[in-house]
């Protein structure tokens, strides 16, 4: 064991979080403390970014006309979502796959404008500004489930009309609507394992050793 290592009881809350995270739809309304949001979103701007660029930009939405105006243009999407399913449409329209009338906040992430200047760690890989975005969302995800309170990343929208309605400046872009706050319970495993949408797959099934599709065996 490194003598840099948490002790038990901390190591096991950091996995308990990591394993009982879910992307939460049902929400009790409610409020998030003033304090707690503060917290977390703390947790969310200490994540890693390529270059210390710190691509992302959040957005608490609190006018309740901007609330549902974001709620339109994701049920919008979700409508052309199912058109694209096809056979799956039907089953598509019965997953409850938002909870923005219903969370305490409403939270957006979007990717800074002017991004193209970050030269470092982007030259071959541009789309690890999106990387170091996703990871500040997970930060805050965690730190959430850990806080008991909910999140649901509903990236069901057309970015370019989410920008407009929000005002961001050219070159920006929205990634995610988060929505947090408390709920009844959280899910025993993933919404659409336990919607019978899709089933994960093994981790033993996705890990490879020196060559693609090598177990090393």
């Not at 304090?35 to 994540?47: C, D, Q, T």
């Not at 710190?54 to 609190?62: A, D, E, G, T, V």
């Not at 030269?119 to 500004?129: A, I, K, N, Q």
Request: glycine share 8%; charged share 25%; proline share 6%.
């Amino acid at each position: 064991m490194s003598e840099h290592a948490f002790t038990p009881a901390e190591r096991a809350a950091v996995y308990r979080a990591i394993a009982e995270r879910r992307d939460m739809r049902h929400f009790v309304g409610g409020q998030v403390p003033a304090e707690v949001l503060a917290r977390l979103l703390e947790a969310a701007h200490h994540a890693p970014s390529v270059g210390l660029m710190q691509p992302w930009r959040f957005l608490r939405i609190s006018d309740p006309q901007l609330r549902e105006a974001a709620h339109a243009l994701v049920e919008a999407e979700r409508v052309r979502t199912a058109e694209a399913l096809g056979e799956r449409s039907d089953e598509f329209m019965r997953l409850k796959v938002e909870g923005i009338r219903d969370c305490a906040e409403l939270l957006a992430v979007a990717l800074m404008e002017g991004r193209e200047a970050h030269v470092f760690g982007r030259r071959t890989l541009p789309e690890m500004d999106m990387a170091s975005v996703a990871c500040a969302i997970q930060n805050l995800w965690l730190a959430a489930r850990a806080e008991g309170l909910g999140l649901g990343w509903v990236s069901l929208f057309d970015p370019e009309a989410l920008a407009d309605l929000l005002g961001m400046p050219a070159g920006s872009k929205p990634v995610a609507l988060l929505c947090l706050g408390p709920v009844h319970a959280f899910y025993e495993k993933p919404m659409l394992v336990e919607e019978g949408w899709a089933t994960p797959r093994p981790l033993s099934e996705l890990l490879f050793e020196n060559r693609w599709g090598s177990s090393g065996e």
